[in-house]
């Protein structure tokens, strides 16, 4: 078996600048990879381990990414290390709590096809997630095979964001997903979404050379289709990561007014020229955004699209307080780590 160290696994200054040498000697940090109800598995250089919670903390605070020390003997996580990037959402009826999606991505590979499931309102939300996250997205459109005129998909996605890559490919071909392995070098981490069948199980199997008959984490669901039915951080034949995700039936917006602002940066500057500061950019006179989709440099759904998503995330985004109060809650775990660690006896 080969070894496995820390920067295979995607260990970089950015966790080691928070513990000391002798705590990473003593508390071996691990990636974690797969969720479990009261257990995680993690990766780690001494290999794969199976870890208890802390007494403090649900499987829920974790997320799969998510870079935590763990307590030898008892075989628990100590602490969790501060994350890099953090993917998380706003799930139907949950009211303030947020769902952890992935943690420490480098990229989201944002799945959708050259078919009906092309929709350029849905895969903004995706992107504003990506870009409020401080994650690159990338956009990757399935079943071109499929598709009379997949470059015209292409045209369309590249026209949502600039100098974003868009790659068109089937999935089922090794050949065309060799596309991906610029995000997928050694070390690296991405994660797949999209909505259910678009190819993201497909992708991950290519990718990490994953036989679909011997893969233990799919089932039956009622129609007989095989869905993924949990996230989990997969080592590619390329020696990057890469974290699956179960099909999203929507994905709400909250606390992404910085990628809502990057993706209709044109539309915000034109709505700062408007006669009236408060201009609903409908009926106004002096409206700036009007006159530019009669002059057609403006795409009306664009707009539209525009003002859904801002209206929504300005509903769901936390106060200024209560994300204060969020990142006290992360960061006590961290302090915790360094204090019981210096309680220790010299000589234990
Ligand atoms: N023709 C074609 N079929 C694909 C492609 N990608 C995925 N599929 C098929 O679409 C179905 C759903 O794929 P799956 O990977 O399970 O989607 P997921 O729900 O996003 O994980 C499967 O039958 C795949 O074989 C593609 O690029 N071309
Ligand atoms: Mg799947
Ligand atoms: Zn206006």
Redesign the pocket.
């Known amino acids: 078996m080969t070894e496995t160290t820390l920067a295979d696994l995607g260990w970089s200054a950015h966790f080691s600048s928070q513990i000391g040498p002798d705590v990473s000697a003593n508390m071996p940090p691990a990636r974690i990879s797969d969720i479990h109800r009261d257990l995680v598995m993690a990766k780690s250089a001494l290999g794969d381990l199976t870890l208890e919670l802390p007494s403090d903390m649900r499987a829920g605070d974790f997320a799969v990414g998510d870079w935590v020390l763990c307590d030898p003997e008892s075989g628990r996580i100590h602490s969790l290390l501060e994350r890099r990037t953090l993917l998380r959402r706003k799930t139907e009826g949950s009211g303030d709590k947020r769902q952890l999606i992935a943690a420490n991505v480098d990229t989201l590979l944002i799945?959708s096809?050259c078919n009906d499931d092309f929709n350029p309102a849905r895969l903004e939300r995706y992107l504003a997630l990506a870009i409020s996250s401080g994650i690159a997205p990338v956009l990757v459109l399935?079943?071109?095979?499929?598709a009379s005129d997949a470059g015209d998909y292409k045209k369309q996605a590249e026209r949502l964001l600039a100098d974003m890559p868009v790659v068109i490919?089937?999935?089922?071909?090794p050949k065309?997903l060799d596309q991906l392995l610029p995000w997928v070098k050694a070390g690296q981490t991405a994660a797949?979404v999209?909505?259910?069948?678009?190819?993201?199980?497909?992708?991950?199997?290519g990718l990490a050379g994953i036989e679909t008959a011997t893969q233990g984490i799919r089932e039956n669901d009622a129609k007989g289709?095989?869905?993924?039915t949990a996230r989990s951080l997969r080592r590619t034949l390329s020696g990057g990561w890469l974290i699956?995700t179960p099909?999203m039936r929507s994905l709400s917006m909250s606390d992404n007014a910085e990628g809502i602002e990057t993706l209709f940066a044109d539309v915000i500057e034109l709505a700062q020229t408007c006669k009236f500061s408060d201009c609903s950019h409908d009926m106004e006179p002096g409206c700036a955004i009007q006159a530019a989709i009669k002059k057609g440099t403006l795409d009306a759904d664009r707009l539209q699209r525009w003002l859904k998503l801002a209206t929504e995330n300005q509903g769901n985004t936390e106060t200024p307080a209560e994300a204060r109060a969020r990142i006290r809650g992360q960061s006590h775990h961290i302090r915790s780590a360094t204090k019981k660690k210096r309680a220790r006896p010299a000589d234990e």
Do not use: C, P, Q
Not at 194 to 205: A, D, E, R
């Open positions: 799945v096809s399935t079943k071109a095979d499929m490919l089937d999935a089922r071909n065309s797949l999209g909505s259910s069948g678009v190819g993201k199980s497909t992708i991950m199997n289709r095989h869905t993924t699956d099909g």
